[in-house]
Structures are given as structure tokens and as C-alpha cells.
């Protein structure tokens, strides 16, 4: 815990708006390379909340499984216990071993699970918007403790849910967490568009981040949002030393750590083709189409795209894919980290970063002591926090609530149906 604790701290003190944890909901059927036998995330970030100050806290959780009920109170709870820092990175599993876990043969239908997570997140966000702003008295006098007509039922009656509210816990001081999405598939980009406020995404190139971002952008404002209502945050692993060749050769030490045999498995699952027993040194066997393709759309789309656009073999696709997971990863000297972000924020590839340090807790350190200041002098990067919410650090604006008359801002993002 003192280890998770610390990269808060570390994050705070370079002044970055967030740390995320992402999740899965199973172990993986290799534990000796698993790494995914960790701390369920929004309990972990409730133990750094009271560790740091400022910085956010996103926790990953997946709408596939379980109860939007139950999700809305944890993330109100940590939302409360960080003083407004709270935020949701919403994902749908697509993992044969996850389903499992809760009785479910099989691998639901990608539309399906994008179906399911829009009603879900509706149901959430009118959950979140049970208690207005206004609502809790704490009145010493009369012992009134909450005023009944600011405090409302949803009465939801869907396909997939049916709630009734309200929520069992106030409003939070940023009014909900901060909605985050991970997919870059259609169905995925099209929920974004929708209802997220921030998106982490996986580009390679300045070229498909740039064409990323536009398509991202004009989806936000066909549904009738400002583009400016939703980051898109490209990750990118940065392998940083004093000199080019050093930083070069501390990428080289970390792609040699990489177990073939593991990552072969690893590359199956996500291709959805058995390569255990396929040469390490020849191609890619020929891969089923997209449509066909239940599981990580997006991800099985970047992988395929690499090793066809590079003729690369499976070993070193497995090289490029071990260190990022498929993000891009750069090895240089901190001056060139700050200008390749910069070249990206400016050139209309990104509005932030998902820094992914390939090691922990010196990567971090690396890139908080010798990187970010070198942003700041550039005046691209914050010196202090301005702000105490995490939608303050995003800079996203108040959200409003749906039952507080007069709110013209209430249910704004996600009121679209499944």
C-alpha cells in the first residue's frame, strides 16, 4: 500500500492532473507472468486520497457486470473522501475468463456491451443527480438532516435495469466523478462522443493522432456538445536518460526482460488465433475480419495494422507491443520527450497525456523531475494547482443537475438511450 501511496505523491508533486489504475475482473490464466492480481481500484485510491492533496483519481470499472446502483455509491464515496477528485474510466469487458467469473458462457457481443454501458451510465448519472447541490441542511436547531423535496427518485425502468432511487449518499463536492472511456473502436468512439469527458487512447503515429483526435472531436459536436467537452489523452511509455543512445539502450534492457512464450499468449487472446505453436520468426497467419471479432476491437485493430504495415514478424511485434501494450513508446532525453509532446499538443494530436512510466516508481520520477519542469518553462504545463476538483485540473466546466429547476446544465452529457 505504501508503494501505491507514494506514486500518488510523486504524481502530486509534479503537479499532474491524475493517476489511473486500470482493472480487469479476472486473473488470467498464466499467474506466474500475471500482473492483475492487484487491489480492486477504487478501494486502492481511496487509501491514496488521504495520502495526497490535489491529484486525481480515476479508478477503471466495467459496465458488463454487476449493478450501476452499487457503482454509483463507491465512486460518490470516493468523490466525497477526496474532496471532488474522483473519476470513472468506463470500460466494457470483453474477456472470455471475466465472463466466466459471473456465470456468463462465452464472450457478450461487442454491440450488446455497448448497449448495456449506455443504459448503465444513464442510470448513474440520474443517481448522481438525486440529491441537489442544496439538499443535505445539517440544521443544529430543527435536526433536519436533509430537505425531502431536493432529494428525488429516478424511477428508471429500462431493458437492462430497473432502479429506483435515490442514491443513498449526497452529492459530491465536483457533483460526479469525471466520466473517462478507453475505446477507439466505432461503437466505442461513438460512446465517447456521448458521454465521456476524457478519452485514453492508444496512436502510434502524430498522423493517426492527429486523424484520431478530428474524428473524435466533429462526433463530440454532433451530439450537440462543445469539442472542447471531451481531452483526448494518448498514452505514451517514455524511456528517459541523459543521452539518446542511453535511453535507447534502458528500452532495449526492459524488451529483452520480455517472456516469448507469455507474450504469445498474450497475442492469441488478443487476436483471437492460437499462435503457441507459430514460429516466433515468420508473420502473422492470416487473421479473421473485424466484424468477426467479439473481444478489443480497437486494440485487435492497432495490433493487425502493425504488423501488416511493418512486415513484421510475431517476434518483433512482440517486441513493439511488450513495453506500450500497444502505445507509443519513445526512448530519449528529457528535452526530446517534452518536444515530442509538445509537437503532439500542438499539431492537434492530444489535449494531455496518459504518461505511462515503464517502470515504477523511478519512471515516474524520471519523467516528474527532468520533463515536467522543462514543460513548465515552456509555459505548457501548470507550475501550481489552480483548482480542487479533478474536473478543475481538466479544465471542464460545473456540471448541472437534471432536477434543480431552472438547470439548463442538468443531465448535459449521457442522456442519450441505449
Known amino acids: ?12 508533486r509534479g503537479k499532474l492532473d491524475s493517476v489511473f489504475f486500470a482493472d480487469t475482473l479476472a486473473i488470467g490464466p498464466r499467474l506466474e507472468h500475471n500482473t492483475q492480481a492487484i487491489f480492486e481500484p477504487v478501494t486502492l485510491l481511496s487509501a491514496i486520497a488521504v495520502a495526497t492533496e490535489h491529484v486525481g483519481l480515476i479508478a477503471t470499472a466495467s459496465t458488463s457486470y454487476g449493478d450501476p446502483y452499487s457503482l454509483a455509491r463507491k465512486f460518490t464515496s470516493l468523490d466525497h473522501i477526496s474532496g471532488g477528485r474522483a473519476g470513472w474510466n468506463i470500460v466494457t469487458s470483453a474477456g ?10 462465452g464472450i457478450p457481443a461487442h454491440s450488446g456491451r455497448y448497449e448495456r454501458a449506455a443504459e448503465f451510465v444513464d442510470v448513474a448519472l440520474a443517481l448522481w443527480d438525486s440529491w441537489e447541490d442544496d439538499a443535505v441542511v445539517l ?29 443513498n449518499s449526497p452529492r459530491s463536492a465536483q457533483g460526479r ?34 486523424e484520431f483526435y478530428r474524428d473524435l472531436k466533429a462526433r463530440v459536436v454532433k451530439y450537440g456538445r462543445n469539442a472542447g467537452d471531451l481531452k483526448v489523452l494518448p498514452g505514451i511509455v517514455p524511456f528517459i536518460a541523459d543521452t539518446q543512445e542511453e535511453a535507447e539502450a534502458l528500452e532495449r534492457s526492459f524488451t529483452d526482460l520480455i517472456s516469448p512464450a507469455y507474450s504469445l499468449r498474450q497475442l492469441s487472446t488478443m487476436l483471437g488465433v492460437d499462435l503457441t505453436e507459430h514460429s516466433l520468426d515468420a508473420p502473422l497467419p492470416p487473421l479473421p475480419p473485424l466484424n468477426e471479432i467479439q473481444g478489443n476491437k480497437s486494440r485487435y485493430q492497432l495490433v493487425k495494422d502493425l504488423a501488416e504495415d511493418g512486415s513484421l514478424t510475431v517476434r518483433q511485434l512482440i517486441g513493439l507491443l511488450g513495453g506500450g501494450r500497444g502505445h507509443r513508446t519513445f526512448a530519449g532525453t528529457p528535452e526530446q520527450v517534452a518536444d515530442e509532446l509538445q509537437i503532439w499538443f500542438e499539431q492537434g494530436a492530444a489535449d494531455g497525456f496518459n504518461i505511462m512510466p515503464p517502470y515504477l ?3 515516474l520520477d524520471d519523467f516528474v ?12 504545463f501548470r507550475t501550481e494547482y489552480t483548482s480542487t476538483t479533478l474536473r478543475g485540473h481538466y479544465g471542464l466546466g460545473e456540471v448541472g ?8 446544465l442538468g443531465g448535459a452529457v449521457g442522456e442519450a438511450s441505449a
Open 401 to 408: 443537475n437534471r432536477f434543480a429547476p431552472g438547470d439548463a
Open 1 to 12: 500500500m505504501k508503494h501505491f501511496q507514494e506514486l500518488g505523491r510523486i504524481a502530486e
Open 96 to 105: 472470455a475468463d471475466e465472463a466466466a467469473n459471473f456465470g456468463v458462457d
Open 139 to 167: 440544521d443544529p436547531d430543527t435536526g433536519l438532516f436533509a430537505d425531502p423535496a431536493k432529494v428525488h427518485t429516478i424511477d428508471h425502468d429500462g431493458p437492462r435495469f430497473q432502479v429506483k432511487g435515490p442514491l
Open 369 to 380: 523531475d527532468r520533463v515536467v519542469p522543462i514543460l513548465q518553462d515552456r509555459g505548457l
Open 361 to 363: 516508481p523511478g519512471g
Open 177 to 210: 466523478p469525471l466520466l473517462v472511456q478507453a475505446g477507439s473502436s466505432e461503437s466505442g468512439k461513438e460512446f465517447a462522443a456521448r458521454h465521456a469527458e476524457a478519452v485514453f487512447t492508444a496512436q502510434r503515429t502524430l498522423a493517426q493522432g492527429q
